[in-house]
């Protein structure tokens, strides 16, 4: 089955720039999103991008997709503290066409002064 | 908005006793899910229903159930609460393939 993989631990400063990667092992995957997840709250799903894009911009996060290497990056712009938070990354729509995603194990996002 | 609210954000459970956390969704959709979230291993699933009285188990359903009797509610069901099931529990629903999530039920057990 499909594998998503992610690094645990991210640190930076507050105002630079922040990139999660994530790696996918089913190249047929259709819908690759970011989720979000603040202490002691659920996931919010935060952007997403479609395997025909190789881009997505929405303020702050850029998404980026390199679909030959099956690799997804989440870049936020001026990192601020609010930003803290555990993120995942989710990819559905893999063979057999399943619209359960698979997650990667989420990616902790540590903001200091 | 979507919103999908759960019944209790903490719960304490004695070992033996038969647990139930409800999850509600508002926008009559077709899927809902249940998950279970600890330290290190991320998201698991652990049942999914995509229609009223279905029910698929997912990838950790022993020692759960499940009950959809309603198209809005999906129930997750510990016929005999142990103290590995204390978990972070997480519901989420879907029309298609974004899923939207209620804001977890913190189950000890003890």
């Known amino acids: 089955g499909e594998d998503v993989e992610q690094s645990l631990f991210l640190s930076v400063r507050e105002g630079d720039s922040s990139v999660i990667n994530c790696t996918y092992t089913d190249s047929s995957s259709t819908y690759l999103y970011w989720y979000k997840q603040e202490p002691g709250a659920g996931l919010q799903l935060l952007t997403y991008i479609f395997s025909n894009m190789d881009m997505k911009q929405d303020q702050r996060l850029t998404v980026l997709l390199n679909k030959k290497d099956k690799h997804l990056s989440l870049r936020i712009a001026d990192t601020q503290t609010g930003d803290s938070a555990i993120y995942f990354c989710a990819v559905i729509g893999g063979q057999g066409g399943s619209y359960i995603p698979t997650f990667g194990r989420g990616t902790s996002l540590i903001v200091h002064p | 908005d979507v919103k999908v609210t759960q019944s209790s954000r903490y719960l304490v459970k004695r070992t033996g006793e038969k647990v139930f956390l409800e999850c509600v969704q508002d926008m009559d959709h077709e899927n809902m899910f249940w998950y279970r979230q600890d330290p290190g291993l991320g998201l698991r699933l652990i049942y999914f229903?995509?229609?009223?009285?279905?029910?698929e188990k997912g990838d950790i359903p022993e020692g759960y159930s499940v009950s959809r009797e309603k198209k809005e509610r999906f129930s997750l069901i510990l016929e005999s609460a142990s103290t590995n099931q204390t978990s972070m529990y997480l519901c989420?629903?879907?029309?298609?393939?974004?899923?939207?999530f209620g804001p977890g039920t913190r189950l000890t057990v003890t």
């Open positions: 989420a629903s879907s029309a298609s393939y974004e899923q939207y």
């Open positions: 229903s995509y229609d009223v009285k279905m029910k």
